[in-house]
C-alpha cells in the first residue's frame, strides 16, 4: 500500500510540475507576441509633416504620371515612382479603429482612396507614409521607415 501512496504523489507533483512548465511557456509566448505587436505597431505608426494635398488638376500637370497602381485592402494608391510596402493597423483602447497604412520610398505624388473620394498628394523628394482609416479618412506624412 505505502509504494502505491508515494506513486499516486509522485504522479501528482509531476502532474503540478507539467502544468507550471506550460503555464510559463504560454506566458512566454503571449510576451514574445505582445512585443512583436508593439514593435510593428512602433514600424508602421510614422509621425512627420504633412503632404501637401494638391487636386487631380495639379498632378495632371506632371511631367510624369501616376502610373504605378495597386489595390491593398478595398483602398487603390498610386504613386509615379519608387516602391511601396503596406499593413493594417488598429488603434489600441476603447472605439478601436482599423487602418491601412502604405509607406512609399521616392513616390514623388501619390494618390490613394477608394470610389469617388481620392486625395492627391505632391511629395517631392521625400518618403511618404499614407494612413487610410474609416469612412474614406485619408491622412499622409513626409516620413517613411521603408526603404527596400
Not at 512585443?35 to 510593428?40: F, H, K, T
Not at 488638376?57 to 504620371?65: E, G, H, P, V
Not at 512609399?104 to 505632391?122: C, K, Q, S
Amino acid at each position: 500500500m505505502a509504494s502505491s501512496s508515494l506513486t499516486a504523489r509522485v504522479c501528482a507533483a509531476g502532474g503540478w510540475i507539467a502544468l507550471g512548465v506550460a503555464v510559463l511557456l504560454t506566458a512566454g509566448y503571449v510576451r514574445q507576441d505582445l512585443r512583436a505587436l508593439a514593435d510593428d505597431r512602433a514600424y508602421w505608426t510614422v509621425t512627420g509633416p504633412p503632404c501637401r494635398q494638391v487636386t487631380a488638376a495639379d498632378i495632371a500637370r506632371l511631367s510624369r504620371k501616376l502610373a504605378q497602381t495597386f489595390t491593398f485592402e478595398h483602398r487603390q494608391f498610386w504613386r509615379i515612382s519608387g516602391a511601396a510596402s503596406c499593413s493594417g493597423l488598429t488603434t489600441t483602447g476603447a472605439g478601436a479603429k482599423h487602418y491601412d497604412v502604405c509607406q512609399f520610398n521616392a513616390p514623388r505624388a501619390l494618390a490613394a482612396g477608394e470610389g469617388a473620394h481620392i486625395v492627391f498628394y505632391d511629395v517631392g523628394d521625400s518618403p511618404a507614409t499614407v494612413r487610410a482609416g474609416p469612412q474614406s479618412q485619408v491622412t499622409c506624412v513626409l516620413s517613411a521607415r521603408f526603404h527596400p
